[in-house]
Nanobody
């Protein structure tokens, strides 16, 4: 059974923090890579964090130093800690899992097969 359920989104002011959670089924949680993606209105979906190959982590430059991806193996849960949030971080955030990663612009992106339903993050200035 494939299951990815995100939670933790909300509205914050610029400079604030949020922590997103993604509860996964065991089969999904054990896939080669898991990642967080976001999509703003009118824009393409973009990856913001990947954890893969047992613990390697990758971020694009746009969030490096502000976002932290982590896993809790006891809970089959993926997290995204987001600090120093900016209005441009606004979007729908999705948790995903897949079997491959691909490199683009220095960021290892999870080529995701399974997706959650998303959780909205809104950052106001």
């Amino acid at each position: 059974q494939v299951q990815l359920v995100e939670s933790g989104g909300g509205s914050v002011q610029a400079g604030g923090s949020l922590r997103l959670s993604c509860a996964a089924s065991e089969s999904t949680y054990s896939m080669y890579c898991m990642g967080w993606f976001r999509q703003a209105p009118g824009k393409e979906r973009e990856g913001v964090a990947t954890i893969y190959s047992g613990g390697r982590i990758s971020y694009p430059d746009s969030v490096k130093g502000r976002f932290t991806i982590s896993k809790d193996n006891a809970k089959n849960t993926l997290y995204l800690q987001m600090n120093s949030l900016k209005p441009e971080d606004t979007g729908m955030y999705y948790c995903a899992a897949g079997a491959y990663v691909s490199l683009s612009g220095g960021f290892w992106r999870c080529d995701s097969k399974y997706w959650g339903q998303g959780t909205q993050v809104t950052v106001s200035s």
